[in-house]
Each structure stands twice: as structure tokens, then as C-alpha cells.
């Protein structure tokens, strides 16, 4: 199952966008820049600040303000000699220390009333049209290819529409360490579930970590086949996710009636949907559960696949604190904001919960599903 | 619950008239006064399923699975007693159709849910609207909505197209009927929303008062207080709190 990493190909943490950051990454605005002379930059900002209070309103704090002339993008160098050109015909005549600036969106000022506010320190004076991304970039890689694609832009570490950056690397450091291990043992269970015919390709391994030791809580392999007739599609409720959050909160039954004498809970056997019981070797895993655990509070899930719409939501309900997958499922992953269906249950702020979220890729394994078919629910 | 309870210091209707009876401004359209009467009927055996939920101190919200006239499945959440954050009314009800049994044989094929319909008090939430979908209902009645987990029009629309946005210029290629639109289309359920809403509230509302009492430090009387009006409906039921459905 796991050639891609038995080829020697480093996988690595790949944190999933929100609904929120798909649905804005590429909303641009027009702007107005202007060519103006080095010695003029603190001129031109007080005129625009004059002319357009406040920037309008709107947030440039992520763009570069004034970009010098040969650092801009080509295609705004290329606009700007080219209304150069248009105002005043003849050879080129740019002076060699010139600055672009951003003087403001074209809908908070118009173009007349700029070029009369500016000719006191450019004459004449070479407005442009150009887009710049409407939002901060929420990470580097996002920042520089709107650098090249847009205007410079600035990077700040920070996310309005999901988790922020330092919680997400910090994160990363933890799970660094171990997510290959607990992978292995994900993918034992799933290897485990398709030999006996109990289940899919399909396993998840459940881990608490606490003052940085982290052990396995619940191992689940899918166990859809299981008493289950093949006629249909699978019983849906012994998904390996589900049978997992089972696994832990049989431990909390245990816990508490450890502790409380409790002793009146009877839950049915496995003869229904549920399939809530370890059955294969490598899902015997009884370490105990922490003392103060509510449901699966802050656990981490470790899955094979991007868990279904009916998974996801499950792991949102368990309120567990961080998920990452092996492969995507992007006709059927709940997880996902930029699969086929876009939920992005991980960080919705409809939800009550919120947790933290990545693909684990190893850049090659990120088309196939391995195992499975691309139309199953994981 | 007690004597005391503000529900029943509530003087009954005159006998003469029926006691007034929430559904769905659509339903009274389009369908027969029986029709109606079955459907609120299959909804008031849910509600007390919900009220059995609230005496063991959980959420209440109950279910019951019809297949032909027949009511085959009943279900209450369970998230408290099972420690399990999933155990929502829905997966119950389904767990007692797959337990039954005619001898050793199960008396239910998984086949025989998709010919049933499920009566819910509470809109189903994302993760039970996906199951459903999964195994493949029918059709679904539910008393009132769920704004904040809801995944049959409350937050999420599974029941249509697995929630997937149209638009993004897919539509075009995916006439109705189509093999791609079969794709995503073929496990699409009937939803319909408001039937009996206002008690599947007031179960919710005796619910949170019940469990602050509970609760070491209460908190402040005014919120102890029992709310018992319930807001005019809307196009669907609202109700915000429903989590464990
Ligand atoms: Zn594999
Ligand atoms: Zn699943
Ligand atoms: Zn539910």
C-alpha cells in the first residue's frame, strides 16, 4: 500500500485551506498606480491621503505601497511606459530613480481629479489601471505568486479566514515527529480490513498527546463487509472513523464507571449497524483514556483517506483537535474546501467546533486513492 | 418531569376544537387532510421518543423509521450515556432495524431502507443527513430546523447533490437525467421541515433549563426561566439549538 513511501519520497504536512480562504483567495480590485520621481514619495502620499481619506475604506496593508520602478511586475512597467508614451509622443524619457505607487481603488476616486491632484509632482502625470489581490495572502507561497502575478504583496503571518499561522506551525512540529508512525499503523489497519474482507482499504489510528508524548487511544480498520450483505453498499456506520470514536468512548464508559461504581450502561452488541468492537490484531490498542477526557476533546485522527461528509462531521462533533489524511477524496471528502464539494468542515464558523486540518502528501499519491474507488465514502 | 411543569398548568383547548397543530404551509396545499393526519402522527410517536430522551438527560430528540405504513425503527439521542458524540436518534432507530431479527435471519434487508421514510423533530444534522443519504431514505419530515448543524437546508443542503455548490460553470454540462448528473443526483432525498415544531422547541427549551438546574453553579434566574412562546414560523421551523440531531 505504501510504495510511495517505502520509494523513499518525503511527504509533507500540507494544512487545508478553509471555505473561507478558497471562496477569496483570487478576488481582486482595480487600483490606480502612478510613476512618480523618488524625492516625491512623501508628497504623493499626502496628497492621496488629501484626496482619498482613509484609502476609501479599504484595506491595502498587505500591498507594497511604492515599488521601485524596476521591481514592479512587467506587465505594470509595460502599462505604465505605454500611457507614457500616449502623453507624451516621441523617444522614452523616463528618469532612472522612479517609484510606482498605489494611489487608490478606482472606485474611490476618479481619473481626472487624480491627475489634477498629482501634477504638482509628476508631470505629466502616467496613471495606469492595474489589479491587485483584495485580501491578505495567508501564506508565503500565496504572497509571492501574487508578487509576480499582481503587485508586490506582503505576507504577515496571520489569517483572517482560518487558524492562525504560529498555532498551525507550532502544530506542525508535533506532528512531524510521529505522523509517519501513526500513518504505518492507519494503514496496517486498513491493509488488515481489505485481506480479511471485513472492510476497505481504509483505516484511522486516534492519538492523545500530552506533554509531548503521544500514544495511540483507538486503531480502526473500515468494516463496511462485516455481517453485512454485499448486495448493498456497505454499512455505512462502521465507517473506520466512526468505529474508532467508538473505541474511545468505550474507554470513557469504562473510566467512569471505574470511577462512579457506575455500572447500569448496557449498550447493545455488535448485531445492529455498530461494529464498535476491536476485532483484528492490530486493532487491539487499550491504552487508557486521560482522566479528565470528554468525548474525543483535543485527541488527533490520523486517516488514510479524507474522511466522508458523514466522518468529517463526526470528527467536528467528537471535538477533536487536529486531522490529517493521507489521500484526498474529492468527489466524497467532507474535509476538503477546494474538492469537488467544498465543505471544509474542519473550519466552518457556522459549526461549534473548529479544528485544525492537513493533507499529508507526498506529492505523488495525491491523484489516485489507493485501494479505493474515487466514488466511495471513506 | 413534575407537576409543576409550566406545560401542564396550561388549560387544554375546548374539546370541540382539535388542539392547534403545527405542519408546513405547503403541506396544507398540497395535501389530503389524511395525509396530514398520518405524517403527524408518525411525528408525535418521534416526539415521544424526544420526551424520552429529556428524561434520561439527554438532548431530546427522538426518530422513528417508516417503511410502508409501519413504524420499523425508533431512536433518541444518546450522546451523554454512551460518551459517544455520534450516538445522534438517527443511528440508533437505524441500529434497532438492522437488530431485528425473524429467528437468526435479520428481518431487514439494507435494501428496505430505501423505501422508508424518517420523522425526525429535529432537522438532521450534517453528519445523520450524509448517513442518510448513504444508506439511501426516501424521504425525510422534520419538526424543527437546525441553524447550526443542519445538513438538510440548515447549514448544508446533502440531502441535494451530496451539498455540492452548483454553479462554477458545472450546471451547464450536467443536463438532468445526464450520466454526470445521475452521479450526484441518484442518492437525493424529499426533505420537509416544520411539522410539529413548536413542541419539538419546547423539548429542547425544557432540556437546557433542566440541565442548568442541574448544573453545580446554576446560572443566572433569568435564564432558568422556561420560554414557552415560540417564534412564528417562517418558510421551514427554526430553531437554533437542535446539536444532537
Ligand atoms: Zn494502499
Ligand atoms: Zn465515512
Ligand atoms: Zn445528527
Redo the contacts between chains.
Keep these: 500500500m505504501d510504495y510511495e513511501s517505502a520509494a523513499g519520497n518525503k511527504s509533507r504536512l500540507v494544512p487545508l485551506k478553509t471555505t473561507l480562504e478558497v471562496e477569496t483567495r483570487d478576488r481582486v480590485i482595480n487600483v490606480y498606480v502612478n510613476a512618480i520621481p523618488v524625492k516625491q514619495a512623501s508628497n504623493a502620499l499626502s496628497i492621496i491621503r488629501r484626496l482619498i481619506p482613509n484609502d476609501g475604506g479599504l484595506d491595502l496593508q498587505h500591498l507594497r505601497r511604492f515599488v521601485k520602478y524596476d521591481d514592479a511586475p512587467p506587465h505594470v512597467r509595460a502599462s505604465i511606459s505605454e500611457t507614457r508614451s500616449l502623453v507624451t509622443p516621441g523617444p522614452e524619457n523616463e528618469t532612472p530613480k522612479e517609484l510606482i505607487f498605489i494611489a487608490g481603488s478606482v472606485d474611490s476616486i476618479s481619473k481626472e481629479s487624480l491627475i489634477e491632484g498629482l501634477s504638482s509632482i509628476s508631470n505629466p502625470v502616467c496613471i495606469c489601471s492595474i489589479q491587485v489581490p483584495l485580501l491578505a495572502p495567508t501564506s508565503h507561497e500565496q504572497a509571492a505568486f501574487w508578487t509576480s502575478r499582481y503587485w508586490p504583496t506582503v505576507y504577515k503571518k496571520s489569517n483572517p479566514f482560518g487558524p492562525h499561522p504560529s498555532i498551525v506551525s507550532r502544530a506542525e512540529e508535533d506532528i512531524n515527529e510521529d505522523v509517519e508512525k501513526w500513518m504505518a499503523l492507519a494503514d496496517g489497519a486498513a491493509q488488515e480490513a481489505r485481506a480479511t474482507g471485513s472492510g476497505e482499504d481504509i483505516g484511522v489510528v486516534i492519538v492523545t498527546r500530552k506533554n509531548g508524548i503521544a500514544r495511540p487511544v483507538a486503531i480502526a480498520g473500515d468494516a463496511r463487509w462485516l455481517d453485512?450483505?454485499h448486495?448493498?453498499?456497505g454499512?455505512?456506520?462502521a465507517h473506520a472513523t466512526?468505529r474508532a470514536?467508538?473505541m474511545v468512548?468505550d474507554g470513557?464508559?469504562a473510566r467512569?464507571e471505574d470511577q462512579q461504581g457506575v455500572s447500569d450502561?448496557t449498550?447493545?452488541a455488535d448485531?445492529?449497524?455498530?461494529r464498535d468492537q476491536p476485532r483484528m490484531p492490530t486493532e487491539q490498542c487499550r491504552s487508557p483514556i486521560d482522566d479528565d477526557g470528554y468525548?474525543?476533546h483535543d485527541l488527533e485522527i490520523y486517516c488514510t483517506h479524507e474522511p466522508?461528509?458523514?466522518c468529517s462531521?463526526?470528527i467536528v462533533?467528537?471535538?477533536f483537535g487536529r486531522v490529517v489524511f493521507r489521500r484526498r477524496m474529492p468527489s466524497?471528502g467532507?474535509l476538503c474546501s477546494d474538492g469537488?464539494?467544498?465543505?471544509g468542515?474542519f473550519w466552518?464558523k457556522?459549526?461549534?467546533w473548529t479544528l485544525l486540518a492537513w493533507h499529508w502528501s507526498s506529492g505523488t499519491d495525491s491523484i489516485g486513492t489507493c485501494g479505493v474507488e474515487s466514488?466511495l465514502?471513506a | 418531569m413534575g407537576d409543576d411543569s409550566p406545560l401542564t398548568s396550561k388549560s387544554p383547548p375546548p374539546p370541540s376544537t382539535p388542539p392547534p397543530v403545527s405542519i408546513p404551509k405547503s403541506a396544507s396545499q398540497c395535501m389530503t387532510p389524511s395525509e396530514i393526519s398520518t405524517h403527524v402522527q408518525f411525528m408525535r410517536e418521534a416526539l415521544s421518543m424526544a420526551d424520552l430522551a429529556l428524561q434520561t438527560s439527554e438532548t431530546p430528540v427522538g426518530c422513528v423509521f417508516v417503511h410502508r405504513g409501519r413504524i420499523i425503527g425508533r431512536g433518541m439521542n444518546a450522546t451523554n450515556r454512551t460518551r459517544n458524540g455520534t450516538r445522534h436518534a438517527e443511528f440508533l432507530a437505524l441500529d434497532e432495524i438492522m437488530r431485528a431479527r425473524d429467528g437468526k435471519k435479520p428481518r431487514y434487508a439494507p435494501e428496505t431502507l430505501r423505501e422508508c421514510d424518517l420523522y425526525v423533530t429535529v432537522e438532521p444534522c450534517i453528519m445523520c443527513a450524509s448517513l442518510l443519504r448513504q444508506v439511501g431514505i426516501r424521504k425525510v419530515f422534520f419538526g424543527a430546523a437546525n441553524e447550526k448543524f443542519g445538513g438538510t437546508g440548515g447549514v448544508l443542503s446533502i440531502h441535494v447533490g451530496n451539498g455540492r455548490k452548483a454553479g462554477d460553470g458545472v450546471e451547464g454540462v450536467e443536463v438532468e437525467g445526464g450520466e454526470e448528473w445521475e452521479r450526484w443526483h441518484r442518492d437525493d432525498y424529499e426533505v420537509s421541515g416544520g411539522w410539529l415544531r413548536e413542541e419539538a422547541i419546547v423539548l429542547l427549551r425544557r432540556f437546557y433549563v433542566q440541565e442548568n438546574d442541574r448544573a453545580p453553579e446554576p446560572r443566572s434566574k433569568k435564564d432558568r426561566v422556561l420560554k414557552l412562546e415560540v417564534e412564528p414560523m417562517g418558510e421551514e421551523g427554526k430553531m437554533g439549538d437542535g446539536s444532537a440531531s
Excluded at chain 1, 469537488?340 to 465543505?343: K, N, V
Design positions: 453485512w450483505p448486495s448493498s453498499r454499512n455505512v456506520a466512526l470514536i467508538a468512548a470513557l464508559r467512569d450502561i449498550i447493545p448485531t445492529g449497524i455498530f468525548l474525543c466522508c461528509v458523514m462531521m463526526a462533533h467528537s471535538r466524497t467532507g469537488e464539494l467544498g465543505h468542515l466552518r457556522e459549526l461549534n466514488d465514502h
